[in-house]
């Protein structure tokens, strides 16, 4: 990959001298969705796909940036120090969000910089091309400049300039998951306290398989951004009453018997989520410690019945690949992952019958929905890296 970086940089620039290449991971959730922002614990784990850099410092103070993915020859360039927002739905305002972001931690870059990027995970599909973009072009530019950050600080600037440059109120776990991802482990994270444990992912004959529905998420931010404040309206009515900080707080007995307390009936089945969500995790971390994979899948399923049901994130894509899936015998466990309003499922499945499940839920669901869906057999990965 380094080659191919190192080509790509040449093509677009002319020559590679001085250049350097990265790596940061996507991720992708086992289980624990929409419980970060609400201070519970989530349970993802880095991927070995996510997105590349090849990189080098100019002179002056240009920043130019080049999509390998997206702008097929389009160098988006600006001046440092420049940081309107080029429009709104352009990707180089992840990685220039997160120059920005330094800035406001008042960390200065002493000259622009031109890099190539390469992402090899599908955008939109729910798995973290955003958050890999950020933390590569944070951690790129440490290795560049030189400055003291840690990787969990890395993390927390990068979804400080999520919130507050790209205007998405996402929880950590993104960006947690991608600059502190273990190679053949899961981080089960406490949201509230960023405490984690890394937790081995022995599978043995069975396969994690993430299902893209191809259904892009483009609704995901403003929905988003709604569920995060009807959570905290549910929290707030509990406040009244318990003294808790975060619906990750609650116990299921605390919110069964005050639920009555929030008198929005959708504003209530959003903390109900949260609240059971929180505590599948905790079962769900458990359970793979314990080797215990149905288990395991039984509470993936719970969680999809939980974010279609009541917190009405999913969609007619991800429920259909979810049904499809429970259809066959080797599936253990199915889910929707990722934010939500499509992107992909993610799943446990028996590697014997990977291939004989895989087809018949892909041509399954090419009938249902009119095109189709793709699988990727993944691995946990490691965190970003130089290369
Ligand atoms: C998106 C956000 C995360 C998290 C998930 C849902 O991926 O970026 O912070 O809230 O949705 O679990």
Redesign the pocket.
């Known amino acids: 990959m380094k080659e191919k970086m190192l080509k790509l940089f040449r093509q677009v620039y002319g020559d590679d001298s001085g250049v350097r290449v990265f790596f940061a991971p996507g ?1 992708v ?1 086992l289980i ?6 609400n201070g519970g614990h ?1 349970f993802p784990c880095a991927l070995t796909l996510g997105t590349y850099a090849a990189v080098r410092k100019r002179a002056d103070k240009k920043i130019r940036m080049y999509s390998q993915n997206i702008t097929r020859g389009n160098i988006i360039e600006r001046e440092y120090g420049d940081f309107s927002v080029i429009n709104k739905n352009n990707w180089s305002n992840y990685p220039y969000g997160v120059v920005w972001a330094l800035q406001q931690k008042g960390i200065y870059i002493d000259s622009g910089f031109e890099v190539v990027y390469y992402g090899d995970i599908p955008a939109g599909a ?1 798995l ?1 091309s ?2 890999s973009i950020e933390v590569l072009t944070a951690y790129m530019l440490r290795e560049l400049y030189g400055f003291d950050m840690g990787l969990c600080d890395i993390a927390l600037m990068c ?1 400080y300039s ?1 919130n507050n440059y790209n205007g ?1 109120n ?6 947690f998951a991608s600059a502190m991802g273990r190679k053949g482990h899961a981080i089960f994270l406490d949201t509230a306290r960023l405490e984690y444990e890394y937790a081995p992912v022995k599978l043995e004959n069975k396969k994690i398989v993430i299902m893209n529905t191809n259904k892009k998420h483009s609704l ?1 931010t403003s929905k ?1 951004n709604e569920r ?1 404040s009807e959570s905290e309206a549910a929290l707030k009515a509990f406040q009244t009453k318990l003294p808790v900080k975060s619906l990750g707080d609650m116990t299921i007995e605390q919110f069964e018997e005050y639920k009555g307390l929030v008198s929005d009936p959708v504003h209530r089945k959003r903390a109900k989520h949260a609240v059971y969500e929180n505590r599948r995790t905790i079962q769900a971390y458990n359970a793979l410690a314990a080797n215990d994979i149905k288990q395991f899948g039984r509470l993936m399923v719970q969680s999809h019945e939980s974010l279609r049901d009541d917190y009405e ?1 999913s969609c007619r894509e991800l429920d259909i690949m979810v049904s499809e899936g429970l259809k066959h015998e080797g599936v253990y466990g199915i889910r929707m ?4 309003f499509g992107g992909c499922c993610v799943s446990i499945i028996d590697s014997d019958r990977l291939s004989d499940i895989t087809k018949a839920i892909g041509s399954e669901y090419e009938k249902a929905v009119g095109y189709k869906c793709d699988f990727y057999t993944v691995l946990p990965g490691g965190g970003p890296a130089e290369l």
């Not at 624990?32 to 922002?37: A, C, M, N, P, V």
């Not at 992952?337 to 939500?340: D, I, P, R, S």
């Open positions: 991720r959730n624990g969705e929409h419980t970060d922002y989530v729910g973290s955003s958050a979804q999520e998405m996402c929880g950590i776990m993104d960006q995901g988003y995060r994130v992952t990722g934010g939500g």
